[in-house]
């Protein structure tokens, strides 16, 4: 068994104008697979990814946000938002989708999975990584 | 003249550039990821905002929608408009210009 590496996937884009946001949230539930310790940054114009109450119903684009609430089930359980991104659009946590993961070691119990931090946080949780992926 | 911007004004300067050349009296349209141009509280809506006095902003509201929006989040005297909207504000002008 090979060692484990530290992953962070880097979101930086609004969710419909490209197809990296969606592409990028595949990648990370396929490389779930391989059992790395992985977590997910959401910076820039990335936070909107989050944002509740997407409906693409009149624009006619697939709606992918609810498939992040799979990300808890594929063991992705740490979300980074940076604050800074948020407080530049307007926005603040309680317009994020709540995301949870259920903790095994702690009888099944809920858990969020979305952390606001820093952008002096996120800088240093960068360093720490062995592999970083930009979506 | 119809402007249209679809580009995210934290990515790209197109909105900036846009309400710069735009005469007064023109129409401005934000679609797609443009429409983030339109949130009021954020670190650019203060341009928008003042832009408003001079010519006339409009918000595709599909847009809006799909990106969670809605319109009470929105800098006041931007009129959001559905896909009819953008094709009579498309007649209305004698031209278009799209900043892509």
């Known amino acids: 068994m090979s060692e484990t590496k530290k992953f962070m996937y880097i979101n930086r884009r609004p969710p419909y104008g490209t197809v990296y946001p969606l592409e990028g949230l595949e990648v990370v539930l396929i490389g779930a697979a391989f059992e790395q310790d992985v977590c997910m940054a959401f910076i820039s114009d990335g936070v909107f990814q989050l944002k509740q109450g997407q409906d693409t119903i009149e624009s006619g684009m697939k709606n992918f946000s609810p498939t992040y609430r799979a990300l808890g089930d594929y063991e992705v359980t740490r979300i980074y938002v940076e604050r800074e991104s948020l407080e530049e659009r307007g926005l603040t946590e309680a317009d994020l989708m709540p995301l949870t993961w259920e903790d095994e070691d702690d009888d099944w119990a809920e858990k969020p999975s979305i952390q606001i931090v820093s952008r002096t946080q996120l800088s240093d949780l960068l360093e720490e990584q062995d592999v970083v992926f930009n979506f | ?100």
């Not at chain 2, 309400?19 to 954020?42: F, M, P, Q, R």
């Open chain 2, 1 to 100: 003249m119809l402007h249209t911007v679809n580009k995210s004004s934290f990515e790209s300067a197109s909105l900036k550039i846009c309400l710069g050349l735009a005469k007064s009296g023109s129409d401005i349209l934000l679609i797609e990821d443009g429409v983030y141009g339109a949130l009021a509280g954020t670190i650019h809506a203060t341009m928008l905002a003042e832009a408003t006095s001079a010519v006339s902003v409009y918000a595709l509201g599909p847009d809006l929608k799909a990106r969670g929006l809605p319109e009470d989040r929105l800098i006041s005297g931007i009129k959001v408009v559905g896909y009819d909207g953008f094709v009579e504000l498309a007649c209305a002008n004698d031209k278009v210009q799209s900043w892509l």
